[in-house]
């Protein structure tokens, strides 16, 4: 269920993945109370009914409403959760999302139609599981992780603080995707990826590693 409150949830970011956290919230019947944008031209309109009602700095002047960063990218959820960290952040989990019971779920994270949460699960703060994804048993996401359409991701994996499983990904079991790497769309990980690296392929190779070129 989600973390649902009377005065509706403010939401950060208005883009494709904000319209999508809008698109949720609304359907699963929780209010929102607007969307906060840096972008001038944008305030004012609205998003699937729901008002654009001003810069993102708006939420210092309002500390203890329920809100949810709504930016696909891991490094500027990052920097707004640490902008803002006295902020009452909620998770928006869709009700017909399978989420196991025993899976314990930080504060941020965002929970897309079609996913599947296995048993004793961790998701950290601020983490993205997109739609008709698979999470294993035992599986650790850390904070700001980022979980594309269709990944699966099987028993026991780690996936790192900031990491980017691309669309349709694997990752097999107990291998661990390190910080901020990235995996790409399609890729399959039988191994482990080391923290900042970009890997792709089937099995995936690590293409580039962070600070170097390909």
């Keep these: 269920m989600n973390?649902?409150?009377?005065?509706?949830?403010?939401?950060?970011?208005?883009?494709?993945?904000?319209?999508s956290v809008v698109a949720v919230l609304l359907a699963s019947g929780v209010p929102v109370a607007g969307v906060l944008v840096d972008s001038p031209e944008q305030w004012g309109k609205q998003i699937q009914g729901v008002s654009i009602l001003g810069p993102i700095s708006d939420l210092s002047r309002h500390?203890?409403?329920?809100?949810?960063?709504?930016?696909?990218?891991?490094?500027?959820?990052r920097a707004l959760a640490e902008q803002f960290p006295d902020a009452r952040w909620v998770s928006v989990l869709y009700h017909q999302a399978y989420i196991?019971?025993?899976?314990?779920?930080?504060?941020?994270?965002?929970?897309?139609?079609g996913a599947i949460?296995?048993?004793d699960v961790?998701?950290?703060?601020?983490?993205?599981?997109?739609?008709?994804?698979?999470?294993?048993?035992d599986v650790v996401i850390d904070d700001y992780a980022h979980v594309a359409p269709g990944v699966q991701i099987a028993g026991e994996a780690r996936i790192g603080q900031g990491a980017m499983l691309g669309i349709g990904s694997i990752v097999?079991?107990?291998?661990?995707?390190?910080e901020d790497a990235v995996l790409?769309?399609?890729?399959?990980?039988?191994?482990?990826?080391?923290?900042?690296?970009?890997?792709?392929?089937?099995?995936?190779?690590?293409?580039?590693?962070?600070g170097q070129t390909a």
């Design 63 to 77: 500390p203890d409403h329920p809100a949810v960063i709504a930016i696909g990218e891991n490094f500027a959820r």
């Design 172 to 178: 097999c079991p107990k291998v661990n995707v390190g």
């Design 117 to 119: 949460i296995g048993a």
């Design 3 to 19: 973390q649902e409150t009377k005065e509706g949830i403010l939401v950060l970011g208005a883009g494709g993945h904000g319209k």
């Design 100 to 113: 196991n019971p025993t899976a314990i779920i930080g504060p941020g994270t965002v929970v897309f139609p």
């Design 122 to 137: 961790v998701l950290g703060k601020h983490v993205i599981i997109s739609g008709n994804t698979t999470v294993g048993h």
């Design 184 to 210: 790409g769309a399609g890729a399959v990980a039988i191994k482990d990826i080391p923290a900042g690296c970009r890997a792709f392929g089937v099995p995936a190779v690590v293409a580039q590693v962070k």
